[in-house]
């Protein structure tokens, strides 16, 4: 079968069947069509040799974890290839996956969450706009696809509550703290039109009147943080990290935590209980049996 078309169908799997989001079929898809570039059989005829030869040409200019994505597209791209009939067997099956170590990202102390946001001046309606947007990827823990993708109809200022749509669109209602409902508040007064009918229940426009997109938000949140004077290697996520962190340092149950961001399993949430490793070391020793 042609190779655009048998990406096509693929595309079409992930995005119907498995209901994967826009971002993970995006990237999927962008890795098979880049290997099969690279491959000298047709797809359906291809050799673990020919996965390993192409992993080798990318050595040294990609991470573990990147090599290991590339390799999980792969075998997802191979699995539906077996399930239409259309190869025999999985050539990733015999490649070994890259040994990752133990993820812990980047977190913001409380102060510099604070400075970063009051960095931003209020006076026009950007820099209202991404302060709210702030608030409420810090107050929130949302993914920042999340927070671009957020309904005026989906927040609930009285009530204090945000619902959020997910990946696989599952939802999750998050509460809503009294800072960021305030910064909400404040940005739903000067709210510029929408350009369609189509953007007028999303929340955060920019100056066109469209959605904004996950470039601005990332340009934004360096640029803030390089005017906040805070010299780490930050994106819109890093304030998801912090949030999870400081919650658990705070003493929230894992169970909750897991329940706001929307992890599917606990053991993802679990990686928080990490980065602070001083502090669980302390209460665990104070409370040991034998400290002496």
């Known amino acids: 079968m042609e190779t655009e078309r048998l990406i096509a169908d693929f595309t079409y799997y992930l995005r119907m069947e498995r209901k994967l989001s826009p971002n993970t079929v995006t990237s999927y898809t962008s890795e098979v069509r880049s290997f099969l570039s690279f491959a000298k059989s047709v797809p359906e005829k291809v050799q673990s040799e020919e996965i390993v030869e192409y992993l080798g040409s990318k050595y040294g200019k990609m991470s573990k974890r990147t090599q290991s994505h590339i390799l999980s597209s792969l075998k997802c791209f191979y ?17 070994d996956s890259p040994k990752l170590g133990r993820y812990l990202p980047d977190v913001l102390s409380v102060e510099e969450v604070t400075a970063i946001i009051e960095s931003v001046p209020l006076n026009d309606t950007k820099g209202i706009r991404d302060r709210a947007l702030l608030e409420i990827l810090y107050g929130c823990g949302l993914r920042v696809s999340e927070a671009c993708n957020l309904k005026i109809s989906h927040v609930y200022l009285e009530d204090g509550f945000v619902r959020v749509v997910g990946k696989g669109d599952k939802e999750r209602l998050v509460p809503l703290g009294q800072m960021a409902a305030d910064a909400f508040r404040a940005y739903m007064a000067v709210r510029p039109d929408a350009a369609a009918p189509a953007y007028d229940d999303i929340a955060f426009l920019n100056r066109f009147g469209k959605p904004l997109s996950r470039v601005a938000v990332f340009n934004m ?72």
């Open 79 to 95: 699995d539906y290839l077996i399930m239409e009939g259309l190869a025999a067997e999985n050539p990733c099956d015999r490649v």
């Open 221 to 292: 949140v360096k640029k803030q943080a390089l005017l906040a004077g805070v010299d780490k290697e930050i994106s819109p996520h890093t304030f998801r990290h912090s949030f999870a962190t400081h919650m658990i340092e705070n003493g929230a149950d894992l169970r909750v935590v897991q329940d706001m961001l929307g992890h599917e399993s606990v053991l993802t949430t679990e990686i928080y209980t990490h980065i602070d490793a001083r502090t669980w070391q302390a209460n665990v020793l104070s409370h040991h049996p034998r400290r002496g």
